[in-house]
C-alpha cells in the first residue's frame, strides 16, 4: 500500500526557516517526480517546488531563492527547506508523487495528508 507522509511543519516566526520531509513508501520512488504544493485559507491549492527523478528542479516565482527542494533516493524522502519565511507563506503543505515510470506503464498520482506551516509576522 503506497503511503506519502508529509512532516515537519509547524510555527515559525517571520525570516525563520523549517525544512518538511515528504516520506514515501509501498512502491519504488526512484522512477517518480516530487512535488510540494500548498493551500492557504480561502484560496486554490498552488504548485511551490517538484524534483524530476533525474533532479531537475522547478519553483513557483514566489519562492525561488528562498526554497529549496531535494530528494534522497536511498531514504525514499524528499525535502523542502524553506528559508526567510513570509506570512504569505502560511498553508498547509502538500506532497504530491507523480509520474509514468516508463512507456505503457501505469500514469501513478499520490498525495499526502499535508502539513501545516504558520507564519507569524
Known amino acids: 500500500q503506497v503511503q506519502v507522509v508529509e512532516s515537519g511543519g509547524g510555527l515559525v516566526q517571520a525570516g525563520g526557516s523549517l525544512r518538511l520531509s515528504c516520506a514515501f513508501s509501498?512502491?519504488?520512488?526512484?522512477?517518480?517526480?516530487v512535488g510540494w504544493f500548498r493551500q492557504a485559507p480561502g484560496k486554490e491549492r498552488e504548485f511551490v517546488a517538484a524534483?524530476?527523478?533525474?533532479?531537475?528542479?522547478n519553483y513557483a516565482d514566489s519562492v525561488k531563492g528562498r526554497f529549496t527542494i531535494s530528494r534522497d533516493n536511498a531514504k525514499n524522502t524528499v525535502y523542502l527547506q524553506m528559508n526567510s519565511l513570509k506570512s504569505e507563506d502560511t498553508a498547509v503543505y502538500y506532497c504530491?508523487?507523480?509520474?509514468?515510470?516508463?512507456?505503457?506503464?501505469?500514469?501513478?498520482?499520490?498525495w499526502g495528508q499535508g502539513t501545516q506551516v504558520t507564519v507569524s509576522s
Open positions: 504530491r508523487v507523480w509520474g509514468r515510470p516508463s512507456a505503457g506503464s501505469n500514469i501513478y498520482d499520490y
Open positions: 524534483i524530476s527523478r533525474s533532479g531537475g528542479t
Open positions: 509501498g512502491r519504488t520512488f526512484s522512477d517518480l517526480a
